[in-house]
Nanobody, 121 residues
Framework: QVQVVESGGGLVQAGGSLKLSCAAS????????MGWYRQAPEKEREVVAT???????NYADSVKGRFTISRDNAKNTVYLQMNSLKPEDTAVYYC???????????????WGQGTQVTVSS
């Protein structure tokens, strides 16, 4: 069974740090891009950061210089280091992974269940 599972959310004061992890497991051949998205109450889901299989990264303007995305391909895991957190970073954070299976011609996008990040002022 294929799973994408996030961990590491929680409550932190403004200016603090958190590190999110997301691991994909199951009969996966390889993983293309991976990314972090977030959804605040009454707002649409937005991209936070993405990382390609080769390591190139992209960030939302709102998190540039504060968040860092990285991945460990051997562990099928992507991380999001979040520093200098602000109350407006409060949201449910979702991981997405483009999973490639040996029986399929192209990747299939999988989402995790989400992890809550709350930043208090």
């Amino acid at each position: 069974q294929v799973q994408v599972v996030e961990s590491g959310g929680g409550l932190v004061q403004a200016g603090g740090s958190l590190k999110l992890s997301c691991a994909a497991s199951g009969s996966i051949f390889s993983i293309d891009a991976m990314g972090w998205y977030r959804q605040a109450p009454e707002k649409e889901r937005e991209v936070v950061a993405t990382i390609a299989s080769g390591g190139s990264t992209n960030y939302a303007d709102s998190v540039k210089g504060r968040f860092t995305i990285s991945r460990d391909n051997a562990k099928n895991t992507v991380y999001l280091q979040m520093n200098s957190l602000k109350p407006e970073d409060t949201a449910v954070y979702y991981c997405a992974a483009e999973l490639v299976f040996s029986c399929a011609p192209q990747f299939i996008n999988y989402w995790g269940q989400g992890t809550q990040v709350t930043v208090s002022s």
